[in-house]
């Protein structure tokens, strides 16, 4: 009965072994290139808190900020935070925020066009003043 089970065993392995290998999968590439696309128009936020100022630096693929890139779209930032009532607009991809009171502030950084109409990018981050 142990041989009978072993030579079974041995021809189901000796079977599963061919030459011939399966084929892959074909896989999509556009859920990847979706992907990139939507990364390309990300906005990547850099921010440091030194006493109570918040120096805050945007990187924004796409947007210039001033006249001389040709062939980008012209924006500006906008700062908002609803905890210090703070609204403010910036020309420039590196900038300070200062004027925030002691605590904690939620900051909503959105890039706009020259227009005030929304570019699609925002964040939020929370700084503390101390």
Do not use: W
């Not at 945007?58 to 900020?65: H, K, R």
């Not at 607009?89 to 009171?101: D, N």
Request: with cysteine; hydrophobic share 40%; charged share 25%.
């Amino acid at each position: 009965m142990k041989k009978i089970i072993f030579l079974f065993i041995a021809v189901l392995f000796v079977s599963g072994c061919k030459e011939k290998m399966p084929e892959p999968e074909s896989f999509t590439f556009i859920k990847k290139v979706e992907a990139a696309n939507e990364e390309k128009k990300s906005l990547s936020i850099k921010h440091m808190v030194q006493g109570s100022q918040v120096y805050i630096e945007c990187i924004v693929p796409d947007v210039t900020f001033t006249s001389k890139q040709k062939g980008a779209k012209k924006g500006k930032i906008v700062v908002r935070s609803s905890t210090g009532n703070l609204y403010k607009e910036y020309h420039t991809a590196a900038f300070v925020v200062r004027g925030l009171p002691k605590g904690v502030h939620l900051l909503n950084v959105e890039i706009v066009g020259m227009n005030n109409k929304s570019l699609g990018m925002k964040k939020q981050f929370y700084v503390t003043i101390q």
